[in-house]
């Protein structure tokens, strides 16, 4: 198995806890594999709290995304559209087995991706109508669609565009579950859960956000604005080109989500409160070769030992 096809991955097989159950593995059965376990799991668990992370596979990096039979060829558009077919299956399958053990309104279900898609030749997705592809801090790169259901709780069909990060997750799931966050430190994201059951009402508890390429501050924004920082030594993105260039670009995201018309000019005030904003959530967080007062060290397992297959 290799992450990215083309590329020197060593060969990965497919593990149950510390098992091997296929090596070398057939990729063509890894959404049916996910979505069989992840059902038996919900069956197994149906009289008790559970959590449940299903992070497909596909259609991932690959240069040919993988579908089983039944899906290769169903979509017009090529083994990228065939793996989105089969990704929604998957999707339908679990919403229904939590409908037939009348699970649905016990269950909160979040549906999301990890990035926007990058570029590719020839192009693998979309990222319309927003700006940039993945791996960049265009809102093409970091903002992603985002379905949440539980009936009961999140009215159905309701729409927010408020500002929030997967890292609300925790405090979200533990607040609604009625647990713990931590109690080692500070945790990063905010509860949302007056958000989800009141979204047309509720706003953002982020006061702002700051976009990291690496480990460079490049971009921030508030709830409308968003200025790309005028720094020319700034890393260059995986797409090649500058993020930011020598100068400050502001954008209305509310009227130019796909960031194409610059405004700076327009606003200096909104420039400055923004500069003022990305300086003051950045001495937290930390900025290059500047660490901030929030930064954590890394964690590392003080003997760390591969499994091997013999």
């Not at 996910?34 to 497909?56: D, G, K, M, S, W």
């Not at 890292?167 to 607040?175: E, R, Y």
């Not at 967080?285 to 003997?303: K, L, Y």
């Amino acid at each position: 198995m290799t992450a990215r096809d083309g590329q020197p991955w060593p060969p990965l097989p497919l593990m149950k806890n510390e098992d091997v159950i296929e090596a070398p593995v057939d990729r063509d059965l890894l959404t049916q594999r996910y979505t069989q376990e992840a059902v038996r799991f919900i069956r197994q668990n149906q009289n008790q709290p559970f959590f449940l992370y299903l992070p497909h596979a596909m259609p991932g990096s690959t240069a040919h995304p993988f579908a089983s039979k039944p899906f290769q060829g169903k979509s017009k558009n090529g083994p990228y559209g065939d793996s989105v077919e089969e990704l929604d299956w998957s999707t339908g399958e679990i919403l229904d087995v939590l409908d037939e053990l009348n699970l649905a309104q016990q269950t909160l279900v979040i549906w999301t991706s990890d990035n926007g898609a990058p570029r590719r030749n020839p192009p693998q997705g979309s990222n319309h109508p927003l700006g940039g592809w993945g791996y960049s801090v265009m809102e093409g790169g970091m903002r992603v669609p985002c379905l949440i259901r539980q009936p009961g709780r999140i009215p159905a069909g309701a729409v927010s565009d408020e500002l929030t990060t997967m890292m609300d997750l925790l405090p979200t799931l533990a607040a609604i579950s009625g647990a713990t966050a931590s109690t080692r430190g500070p945790i990063d994201g905010h509860d949302l859960s007056e958000l989800l059951a009141n979204p047309a009402n509720v706003e953002s508890p982020w006061r702002g956000f700051l976009y990291y390429y690496r480990d460079q501050v490049q971009a921030v924004r508030d709830h409308r604005w968003k200025l790309h920082l005028p720094r020319s030594d700034k890393q260059t993105d995986l797409n090649g080109s500058r993020v930011s260039a020598a100068e400050a670009r502001l954008f209305d995201l509310q009227n130019d989500i796909g960031e194409t018309t610059n405004v700076a000019a327009d606003h200096p005030d909104i420039v400055a409160r923004l500069t003022q904003l990305a300086k003051e959530l950045s001495e937290e967080t930390g900025d290059g070769a500047i660490r901030g007062s929030g930064e954590r060290s890394v964690g590392r397992h003080p003997n760390p030992q591969p499994q091997l297959l013999r």
